[in-house]
């Protein structure tokens, strides 16, 4: 989820910026100084704006730098549809109260998670 330029980073991104820094000197848009430049930058990076001015003129950015969109969106309303389809399982098979209670906990957990993705999305960053 790259919504946030002030979130902090990881070992994961940066090593995603430095691979996506080589391809590009692998194609030729970097001469080897502006490469090093921008992998020593990289390392030292620590939040996602660091990131941002190592890829402003090369073609594409890597996920960590680019804003969420519409895509990202589905993709992470669509990680909720697993415990949405277990919780109304558990309301169809099981009608013992306490499964009730937890299939119903689970889909409150779900919708404002649901929520709070979708206005993260409207609300301007």
């Keep these: 989820m790259a919504e946030r330029p002030e979130i902090r980073i990881g070992t994961a991104e940066r ?6 820094l080589g ?5 030729g848009r970097l ?7 921008r992998v ?9 704006a660091d990131l941002v001015p190592l ?10 730098v680019s804003s969420s969109g519409p895509r990202d969106l589905a993709e992470q309303l669509m990680t909720l549809v697993p415990f949405v389809l277990v ?8 009608r013992h ?13 779900a919708g404002r998670r649901a929520y709070r993705l979708l ?5 301007p960053s």
């Design 31 to 37: 001469s080897l100084a502006e490469f090093d430049e």
């Design 87 to 94: 919780a109304l399982l558990v309301i169809v098979v099981f």
């Design 40 to 48: 020593a930058l990289a390392t030292q990076a620590t939040i996602r």
């Design 23 to 27: 391809e590009h000197f692998a194609a």
């Design 55 to 64: 890829f402003a003129d090369l073609p594409s950015a890597p996920a960590v």
């Design 15 to 20: 090593e995603e910026a430095v691979s996506l």
């Design 119 to 123: 206005g993260e999305r409207r609300s």
């Design 97 to 109: 109260p306490i499964a009730l209670l937890v299939a119903v906990g689970v889909l409150f957990v």
